[in-house]
T-cell receptor, first 112, second 118 residues
Framework: LAKTTQPISMDSYEGQEVNITCSHN???????ITWYQQFPSQGPRFIIQ???TKVTNEVASLFIPADRKSSTLSLPRVSLSDTAVYYC?????????????FGAGTRLTVKP | GAVVSQHPSRVICKSGTSVKIECRSL??????MFWYRQFPKQSLMLMAT?????????EQGVEKDKFLINHASLTLSTLTVTSAHPEDSSFYIC??????????????FGPGTRLTVL
């Protein structure tokens, strides 16, 4: 079973900031949190990864509270091209099948 | 960044035939690869873990005799759908862990293979 829970869908408008929260109540001490983006008929693409507090890269930020039971992916000023499904994965090893089961993901639709 | 390729990108076959899908890590070695299946509007479903030089580990409910996995080298894993039927029509995706430049490895996914069984 997947270790995470996310909203099934979200709508936004161009230029807005979008925050997608993922719940992972049973996260283990050595687990990292990784977010992926998937466009239709393509393989998922790595967005960002973190362990605690805040991580920022050129495309997104990841906020992780102290208890690490949830995380929030923040996409600044979304555009139409950000319409995709976003998945969060929690795991300590990317070689372990237990850490590679996807949840339902969040389908983000960005409107003009 | 790391690149994973899949071949073919799409295949159409008749019911009862076998189809082989290749997954290659192009610029890194992968002792482990993962195979997923994805139906329309659904999430990725992990099918099996492919291990170089040893047997694959299949998820519960996935028939190992139907979905044959061979990981013969550090850059190539193959998934063979044997005696394919229309219900096997799906989008098949592979992934391999590789260094992302960050503190932990992450997964690099192939572009997927669209299988249609008539």
């Amino acid at each position: 079973l997947a270790k995470t829970t996310q909203p099934i869908s979200m709508d936004s408008y161009e230029g807005q900031e979008v925050n997608i929260t993922c719940s992972h109540n049973n996260i283990a001490t050595n687990d990292y949190i990784t977010w992926y983006q998937q466009f239709p008929s393509q393989g998922p693409r790595f967005i960002i990864q973190g362990y605690k507090t805040k991580v920022t890269n050129e495309v997104a930020s990841l906020f992780i509270p102290a208890d690490r039971k949830s995380s929030t992916l923040s996409l600044p000023r979304v555009s139409l091209s950000d319409t995709a499904v976003y998945y969060c994965l929690v795991g300590g090893s990317h070689y372990n099948n237990n850490d590679m089961r996807f949840g339902a993901g969040t389908r983000l639709t960005v409107k003009p | 960044g790391a690149v994973v390729s899949q071949h073919p990108s799409r295949v159409i076959c008749k019911s009862g035939t076998s189809v082989k899908i290749e997954c290659r890590s192009l610029d890194f070695q992968a002792t482990t690869m993962f195979w997923y299946r994805q139906f329309p509007k659904q999430s990725l479903m992990l099918m099996a873990t492919s291990n170089e030089g040893s047997k694959a580990t299949y998820e519960q409910g996935v028939e190992k005799d139907k979905f044959l996995i061979n990981h013969a080298s550090l850059t190539l894993s193959t998934l063979t759908v044997t005696s394919a039927h229309p219900e096997d029509s799906s989008f098949y995706i592979c992934s391999a862990p590789g260094l992302a430049g960050g503190p932990r490895d992450t997964q690099y996914f192939g572009p997927g293979t669209r299988l249609t069984v008539l």
